[in-house]
């Protein structure tokens, strides 16, 4: 497994930007499928957006396809969020996780996982 942990996150009124960063630990980085996934008050959580290894695969959640994007750079062990033309009901923490299998990485939770401790993102109206 890997560790992970998530930075970028604050308070921004609606339309407004945000990069989200997910740094990992351990060598093997590389080779997990990485992703977003949230969780609003009250809420489930949910798949925002997901890369393989290679960054040449991407899902999105259609509720932020074409306003966000997921992005790695494998050489610093970091995936990005970066999020834009933001709403309200984009509020809520953000969870960077780590997948063996790209296939699995849209699903709500696998049991090879690994989740960061998530990062919180407010978006006013």
């Known amino acids: 497994q890997v560790q992970l942990v998530e930075s970028g996150g604050g308070l921004v009124q609606a339309g407004g930007s945000l990069r989200l960063s997910c740094a990992a630990s351990?060598?093997?980085?590389?080779?997990?499928?990485m992703g977003w996934f949230r969780q609003a008050p009250g809420k489930e959580r949910e798949f925002v957006a997901s890369?393989?290894?290679?960054?040449?695969?991407?899902y999105y959640a259609e509720s932020v396809k074409g306003r966000f994007t997921i992005s790695r750079d494998n050489a610093k062990n970091t995936v990005y969020l970066q999020m834009t033309r933001l709403k309200p009901d984009d509020t809520a923490v953000y969870y960077c996780?780590?997948?063996?299998?790209?296939?699995?990485?849209?699903?709500?939770?696998?049991?090879?996982?690994?989740w960061g401790r998530g990062t919180q993102v407010t978006v006013s109206s």
């Open positions: 890369i393989s290894w290679s960054g040449d695969n991407i």
């Open positions: 351990g060598r093997t980085f590389s080779s997990y499928a």
């Open positions: 996780a780590a997948d063996p299998d790209f296939s699995s990485a849209v699903e709500p939770d696998t049991v090879n996982r690994s």
